[in-house]
């Protein structure tokens, strides 16, 4: 089962998607809970953000690793396979951001839909968060429209791949495909 958790800055999104890969890991009865951490530690503003969610996930079981590119090599990275495990990747568009600005991939969408598929086929759930950042109607230089064009690219294979997706404004989940599920 792949979910697709999107939604706007301070929308709920990360609760929301921390919250149903715990309740997976249950319903499935996983042996591991998995989080992805993408978000590159630079600055105190990202220092604090990633304070933020540890705070938030804390005592919820979750073994993290940090993959900021590559996530194809997520087995290597941790070092043991996902067969009955639960991943959560936070978030798509630090992930993105990474491969098209630091890692300067001009692959970056089709290499990260391959981890996608790769890691949606081994583990027993995968849920992945990811931005809504195209309807703030702001003129962006061309680097920043070019990565806002290949997150759209990337939000749109996943969509595809996924089971679930759902939106969560104000903290409210709206199911956007397949239908709702309770899982927590």
Do not use: W
Request: proline fraction near 1%; hydrophobic fraction near 45%; glycine fraction near 10%.
């Amino acid at each position: 089962m792949t979910v697709v958790v999107t939604g706007g800055s301070g929308s709920g999104k990360s609760e929301y998607a921390e919250n149903a890969a715990a309740g997976l890991f249950e319903k499935f009865s996983a042996e591991k809970l998995i989080y992805i951490a993408t978000m590159r530690p630079f600055g105190q503003e990202a220092f604090e953000r990633i304070e933020k969610h540890r705070n938030m996930r804390k005592g919820k079981g979750f073994v993290t690793v940090e993959c900021y590119s590559g996530i194809v090599r997520i087995e290597d990275i941790l070092g043991y396979n996902l067969r009955n495990s639960v991943v959560l990747l936070e978030c798509m568009s630090n992930l993105a951001a990474n491969e098209i600005f630091f890692e300067k991939n001009e692959n970056a969408v089709s290499d990260i839909v391959e981890g996608i598929e790769f890691i949606s086929k081994k583990c027993a759930a995968f849920v992945i968060v990811t931005n809504e950042v195209f309807s703030d109607g702001i003129d962006y230089d061309k680097a920043t429209l070019n990565y806002i064009e290949a997150l759209g690219k990337i939000n749109c294979e996943i969509a595809a791949i996924a089971n679930t997706v759902v939106e969560v404004v104000c903290g409210i989940p709206i199911f956007i495909k397949g239908g709702g599920f309770d899982v927590f």
